[in-house]
């Protein structure tokens, strides 16, 4: 293990299908590092498969913020805001290195910068007044509120369902008439590395992964969900693999409709992923690109001579 002095956090991010898990591990196993999960996903207990989580790429490098929550519950930003600082906390404490890794750009940009958040609770009577309408009509209806709120919150990468569309306006009409956060958290100093992946090689990536992942038992992963007597509109829910994996066990869809249209879909996903991580540069952070080909060795040099 190495001496390191400065004990300030390191940031993995990357889309989806881009080794940044492994790259984490790797530094953090050679730092006296420990991870805190920046995936919105990862938190629920037996959704192992479904959102990548991929336990065996940390051996004993310690992680948390994984399997913290219950399937059918909504975990949200101001949680993770508050579970995270107490995790960074908890590593500084101990002379660790806090990594944050993940895709999660909402979730990465709300710690990192110190979003002022309030605990908000639902609104039903304006769920109520919600329902039936499109996904367009309420994502137009959430950009209106974000001009009044000024809000960064809530892009299209975390926003592509009805369900959460109606999530994030109750917030975002909460905000504007209650703007006093219960717990104020600091920004949090970091080295930011982007793990960067070609396009090409990606897409290659994100399907033979979601191939892997589906002959690994993926179906059956979602169907035990099912059993437990989890509501398929509560997974549905969470996107992605929950959302098709749903309506394929539940015969809206077929197993080829099930696999063509999540494919699609975790391809724009880690597109949206790409287009959050670039806002950010915009917005003011320093992203340190690695090349997501070069060998583990030399990605962990790069990343080293950064943490100065």
């Known amino acids: ?45 037996r959704m192992d498969l479904g959102t990548g989580k991929d336990l065996a790429d940390y051996g004993e490098v310690p992680y948390h913020l994984i399997d913290i929550c219950e399937p059918g519950t909504k975990y949200n930003l101001f949680q993770y805001q508050q579970n995270f600082f107490d995790a960074y906390q908890d590593i500084q404490s101990r002379g660790a290195v806090p990594i944050l890794c993940g895709g999660t750009g909402l979730y990465i940009e709300a710690v990192l910068k110190g979003y002022k958040l309030s605990p908000v609770p639902q609104n039903q009577e304006l769920r109520d007044s919600l329902e039936g309408k499109s996904l367009d009509e309420l994502t137009k209806m959430l950009a209106d509120l974000k001009a009044k709120t000024g809000s960064n919150m809530h ?20 905000n504007l008439d ?17 793990v960067d992946i070609d396009r090409e090689l990606r897409r290659e990536k994100i399907t033979r992964r979601l191939k892997a992942r589906l002959d690994e038992g993926m179906v059956d992963e979602v169907r035990k969900l099912l059993d437990e007597g989890i509501a ?14 749903t309506e394929y066990i539940t015969g809206v869809i077929t197993y ?37 080909t070069l060998p583990m060795e030399a990605k962990i040099n790069e990343i080293l001579k950064l943490y100065v």
């Open 232 to 245: 398929p509109e509560d997974l549905i829910y969470y996107g992605l693999e929950y959302k098709f994996l």
């Open 155 to 174: 892009n299209t990468t975390d926003v592509d369902s009805c369900q959460r569309a109606i999530r994030a306006i109750e917030i975002e009409t909460y």
């Open 178 to 194: 209650n703007p006093v956060p219960r717990r104020e958290l600091p920004p949090v100093d970091s080295l930011i590395i982007g």
């Open 1 to 45: 293990m190495m001496d390191m002095k400065m004990k300030k956090m390191i940031t993995i991010l990357g889309p989806t299908a881009s080794g940044k898990t492994p790259v984490a591990a790797h530094l953090a196993a050679k730092i006296g590092g420990e991870i805190i999960s920046a995936d919105s996903r990862q938190v629920y207990r």
């Open 256 to 292: 080829d409709e099930m696999f063509t249209r999540l494919e699609i879909a975790i391809h724009q996903f880690a597109k949206r992923q790409m287009t959050w991580f670039r806002g950010m540069e915009r917005r003011g952070f320093i992203i340190h690109w690695i090349d997501a």
